[in-house]
T-cell receptor
């Protein structure tokens, strides 16, 4: 059975601080991973995705993530956060038929 | 194009009432799905469809029905609403099945069952 663990439930940072959000997955098939972001009151938007190839993937708004197969991890990073990055972040693994299995999410609050 | 649209945005139901949440997409996507979002639980898949006339259950299908008569529409029906179905519901769609594709999400429907 698949699982996605996001250990940080709520992260609070000051502007310009660096960000790393953890994501660990368990899935027996081919691993395809996503990070989605949900800004307050809005729907989910894709930040970045990993299908194959270079394990370091770059997304929108300066975010990147590294797929480490040996650690079953796909952590999200940003070198310098802004107040506008305040949002909830979801890691997800693709299961059969293109279905997404989500982690429980990490709420990020950036203090100006 | 409008992308993925959902109606209504908000809905309050009494226990036992039925209703249909509407979802439509204008991107000619084969794959469509419904998720519910609850605090501390992320998003969980309710039902999905890989094309017109084809639907299947996800992780939490109980209490919900779906049908897919056209490529564009994928309504979610609550036959007899229960307080446990209070949630935010998101519809999503993507291009071809069989190959992993990004899913596009609608704006959500916030449902309260009293």
């Amino acid at each position: 059975a698949q699982s996605v663990s996001q250990h940080n439930h709520h992260v609070i940072l000051s502007e310009a601080a660096s960000l790393e959000l953890g994501c660990n997955y368990s899935y027996g098939g081919t691993v395809n991973l996503f990070w989605y972001v949900q800004y307050p009151g809005q729907h989910l938007q894709l930040l970045l995705k990993y299908f194959s190839g270079d394990p370091l993937v770059k997304g929108i708004k300066g975010f990147e993530a590294e797929f480490i197969k040996s650690k079953f991890s796909f952590n999200l990073r940003k070198p310098s956060v802004q107040w506008s990055d305040t949002a909830e972040y979801f890691c997800a693994v693709v299961t059969g038929a293109n279905n997404l299995f989500f982690g429980t999410g990490t709420r990020l609050t950036v203090i100006p | 194009n409008a992308g993925v649209t959902q109606t209504p945005k908000f809905q309050v139901l009494k226990t036992g009432q039925s209703m249909t949440l509407q979802c439509a997409q204008d991107m000619n996507h084969e794959y469509m799905s419904w998720y519910r979002q609850d605090p501390g639980m992320g998003l969980r898949l309710i039902h999905y469809s890989v094309g017109a006339g084809i639907t299947d259950q996800g992780e939490v299908p109980n209490g919900y029905n779906v049908s897919r008569s056209t490529t564009e529409d994928f309504p979610l029906r609550l036959l007899s609403a229960a307080p446990s179905q209070t949630s935010v519901y998101f519809c999503a769609s993507s291009y071809a099945t069989g190959v992993v594709r990004e899913q596009y999400f609608g704006p959500g429907t916030r449902l309260t069952v009293t």
